[in-house]
């Protein structure tokens, strides 16, 4: 069966509305997607019939809570091909999920000066301060792979950064600016080499594309719910599960325990130890909804949707005078995120003038400010696909920005 777009958009209820007079054109889901009908009514049936704290009470409500909120993390560690549930942290969002490395594997390695941490230039803040911090605390020595001109990563100097000092590589795995899809291949053979370990922000990935973590041979990988259909305030940290029984608690509170003392507490295994106090339960359902509306359409359906929607809007961009797109310049190796400049317009113009017309994109230095710096710019506009968006949607767009043009000469 292929792909029915129009169908899939009468699930999200948001599409009914109109902004500004204008009908909603929605090209922000790499900043947070829409939620369909189903994730909705799971989150508000759970609400209004079956709501219990999890893993602390007997009683009916707090089993059937703990059945659904354990339920969803077997479906989400399915969804990324993971060996074990138990393989599966719920927090509050990636760059929690990525704190949380640079916190207790940070311990577990007990890093110390000369050691290193190798990033990109390409990534989200949440992948790049955590690393800074733990560097000034522990004396490491942070390192970086650049950018080429194209928007990939520039993996020529890869032997030299990733070396016998390094002991952690973190990197995007899809730029949330450029759109680039990293192959982590050759970073993980390389670190192997060395002994370092290797974790992925997928927080652009998960959403869009089939991703099984035992085929990419990684250590870790963090991506968040409100990306991939689900609520804000719940995401997933994937770890190998004889790491994660290695490394110490990140928070401590209730129920991530063994037993405790007044002297000593001994605590639980993961993934217990790392979810202390009440956890984002009805979050984790919804999430588990989402990731069952995914799987029923499916992830090389979502993908090849969205990189045909993407081919058409850098062919339609480019048409466009005066506009500059950043990152590789075909869908290959690409996701559906195409961030842009206008000549002589700032990004926040833009985005006025096509928000008065309908039409949400972000703009701004998306939370990753060395892109912008590589690519000598103080912001971009961005517009970014799912599995909703339509061929009519990047039209708007396009005649959005020559509305721009007309504006501002």
């Not at 020595?141 to 032997?159: A, K, N, P, V």
């Not at 002994?195 to 990988?221: E, K, N, T, Y």
């Not at 850098?314 to 506009?323: F, I, K, N, Y």
Request: a negative charge; one cysteine or more; glycine letters at 10%.
């Amino acid at each position: 069966m292929s792909f029915d777009v129009a169908r899939v958009r009468k699930d999200f209820p948001i599409f009914e509305r109109e902004v500004n007079g204008h009908p909603l054109v929605y090209l922000d889901s790499a900043n947070t997607s829409q939620k369909p009908v189903q994730v909705l009514d799971v989150m508000r049936a759970h609400q209004e019939r079956h709501n219990g704290n999890v893993s602390r009470s007997v009683h009916t409500l707090g089993t059937e809570s703990t059945e659904m909120y354990e339920g969803a993390r077997a479906r989400i560690a399915s969804f990324i091909g993971a060996g074990s549930p138990d393989e599966v942290i719920f927090t509050k969002n990636s760059t929690e999920a990525i704190n949380l490395v640079a916190h207790s594997a940070g311990q577990f390695l007990a890093l110390k000066e000369g050691d290193e941490i190798v990033i990109s230039e390409m990534e989200h803040h949440s992948n790049l301060v955590p690393w800074q911090l733990l560097c000034e605390r522990t004396g490491a020595t942070l390192r970086w792979f650049g950018i080429t001109d194209e928007g990939r990563l520039d993996e020529s100097q890869l032997d030299e950064l990733v070396n016998e000092r390094t002991k952690l590589v973190s990197v995007a795995h899809m730029s949330n600016v450029l759109g680039t899809i990293n192959d982590p291949a050759r970073l993980v053979e390389r670190a192997r080499q060395v002994g370092a370990l290797v974790m992925l922000d997928a927080s652009q990935s998960v959403p869009h594309f089939a991703v099984d973590v035992r085929a990419l041979g990684v250590d870790f990988i963090a991506f968040t719910g409100h990306k991939m259909l689900g609520p804000t305030g719940i995401g997933v940290l994937w770890g190998r599960f004889g790491l994660l029984s290695e490394m110490p608690p990140f928070l401590a509170g209730g129920s991530m325990i063994e037993t405790v003392t007044m002297g000593k507490t001994t605590y639980a295994p993961p993934p217990a130890r790392f979810e202390a106090g009440t956890p984002p339960i009805t979050e984790a359902i919804g999430l588990g909804a989402a990731v069952d509306y995914l799987t029923g359409i499916g992830m090389d359906e979502i993908h090849r949707h969205e990189q045909e929607i993407t081919a058409y809007a850098l062919e339609q961009l480019a048409a466009v005078p005066g506009v500059r797109i950043y990152g590789p310049a075909s869908p290959v190796s690409r996701g559906g995120t195409v961030s842009f400049g206008v000549d002589g317009v700032h990004p926040h113009d833009v985005g006025q003038v096509l928000d008065a017309l309908g039409v949400e994109v972000r703009v701004g230095h998306h939370c990753a400010r060395p892109v912008c710096q590589r690519f000598s710019v103080p912001a971009m506009t961005r517009a970014s696909f799912y599995l909703y968006t339509t061929t009519e949607e990047i039209d708007a767009l396009a005649r959005g920005l020559d509305q721009v043009r007309k504006v501002f000469g």
